[in-house]
DNA sequence: TCGCTTCCTTACGTTGACGTAAGGTTACAT
DNA sequence: ATGTAACCTTACGTCAACGTAAGGAAGCGA
């Protein structure tokens, strides 16, 4: 289906997303990544796949204050629904095994919506607040130019 | 005007917050907060106002993923905002420098604004991402339920 | 094959945000 | 006055998330 994806440098990686190869290194080693493949001499060879795990990784950290072990949960729980639904048609576990997986995945995502949900309230709070403290400001700055103006030459 | 606020002993100021002593008294040495005043043998008293700006504190740490750092950064422009408010209509300072601290003030707010702006949209993209997986998972939940039913006892 | 760059592993160093322990002082109820 | 709980300062410990340095192997264009 898919023709044999582009393998990946550390270096092409790193430079798409503006991350190190020790970060790499790093996320490989507590269990965030893993490269798809490596070289006859050792050097790992990445996919697109991984690039779109790691721009997530970045995005949950750097913009929503994730750790990396609240990350790797996530991921965990999303890769567990992709299994399940991989083996859904497929080969068959035991039913009630497969029921209770499945609850606990939608457990998950239902609590890891909830902490969303309570992020983008307290972002709204935030954006409220500064928001109107910037349209004081700026009312500050609007009557501050006429003083000025009336000052420097009235008329 | 204000009728002297109660003040508020280390102790009360953790109890009501959930923080522990240590960590005001590190956020008193990197210059988040400080008491306002001492006892005479040295005790810490807080008042309403420090008890806000903990709670900020907490909330841009905590649920927004804030350093310390940059959380400072943020408060010390409102409170050079404060101050300019304050001696506004009453001292003067000349003119030009009120003016370029209120530009100051406004390009901070302004950035601190698209942050926010920023992940704000990363949120509702990851809100959108987990309610499809919910979605999704509840949808084979449904069908596994029939399945089962139909399974024990047809009918 | 040579030279240079990229990459490997191993391992110690660093920074932020506190935890924790020590040794002594203060506040307050009895 | 006294016990004890809360507090003080000083200082070393800790954990996450990498940085950085060392010494050597792999890739690769000329």
């Known amino acids: 289906m898919e023709q044999a994806e582009a393998e990946l440098s550390v270096e092409a990686v790193c430079q798409r997303l503006g991350l190190t ?14 490269p798809k493949s490596r070289t006859s001499g050792g050097h790992r060879l990445y996919d697109e796949k991984v690039v779109g795990k790691l721009e997530q990784i970045v995005r949950l950290k750097n913009h929503l204050g994730y750790s990396l072990n609240e990350i790797r949960h996530m991921l965990d729980v999303e ?23 499945l609850e606990e995945a939608a457990d998950m995502l239902r609590s890891t919506l ?7 309230q307290n972002l709204q709070n935030m954006k409220n607040r ?25 008329e």
């Open 21 to 34: 190869a020790r970060t790499l290194h790093y996320y490989e080693e507590i269990g965030l990544i893993s």
């Open 114 to 120: 909830s902490q969303i949900q309570l992020k983008m």
């Open 79 to 101: 890769s567990r629904l992709d299994q399940i639904r991989l083996n859904a048609d497929n080969a068959c576990l035991s039913e009630e095994i497969r029921r209770s997986e």
């Open 130 to 154: 500064y928001e109107e403290k910037l349209r004081m400001t700026e009312k500050a700055l609007e009557t501050k130019k006429y003083t000025f103006i009336s000052q420097k030459g009235s």
